[in-house]
């Protein structure tokens, strides 16, 4: 696994949670129980901390930085799709960040709440919850509050996924 301390910044990855070994994990990074980071993720906690909430999966590709000013913050539950970007941004418990989306410094997406595939959630955006946001740059959709549980599947997927190649992923070349 590619996981690295930065000076006195190491991260902190519950036993329970799943890093592939094409992913990179450095400094001060914190994957809660059941998280899990796939192929070609990078989460990096170099200039601040990111905390990564139970039972949440970081899709293959994504990048998850944070900046001294704005930590970076994922609920339990979450999914960040596949070549998400976050950065220095608070996701609540149960949020969908889309394949493609970015969410940048200062935003906050509401709990139970999605970002739609290659939405942009500029500087300092607030979605409330249960809301989708789509488009560049990202604007809620007032006519639609995302039902509850619309992660549920995901969630249990991933989770399966990750004690699936814990025990059967080998390398052959």
């Not at 994957?31 to 906690?45: E, K, Q």
């Not at 969410?103 to 607030?126: C, I, Q, R, T, Y």
């Not at 409330?128 to 740059?137: E, I, K, N, T």
Request: charged content about 15%; hydrophobic content about 45%; some cysteine.
């Amino acid at each position: 696994m590619a996981i690295y301390a930065l000076d006195d910044r190491v991260p902190d990855v519950h036993p329970s949670a799943y890093v592939h070994p094409d992913a990179v994990v450095i400094g001060a990074v914190t994957l809660a129980a059941g998280a899990s980071v796939w192929p070609h993720a990078v989460l990096r906690g170099d200039y601040g901390r990111i905390e990564v909430g139970e039972a949440t999966n970081i899709q293959d590709g994504t990048v998850v930085h944070c900046t001294p000013v704005d930590p970076t913050i994922i609920g339990a539950r979450c999914v960040l799709g596949h070549n998400a970007h976050v950065e220095g941004a608070v996701i609540e418990d149960d949020t969908l960040i889309a394949s493609g989306s970015v969410v940048l410094n200062g935003a906050h997406v509401g709990a139970g709440s999605v970002v739609g595939a290659g939405a942009v959630v500029p500087f300092g955006a607030v979605v409330p919850d249960r809301s989708m946001a789509l488009g560049v740059p990202a604007r809620v959709r007032e006519d639609f509050t995302v039902p509850e549980g619309h992660l549920h599947v995901n969630v249990d997927m991933y989770a399966a996924n990750a004690e699936h190649y814990r025990t059967a992923l080998r390398r052959i070349g």
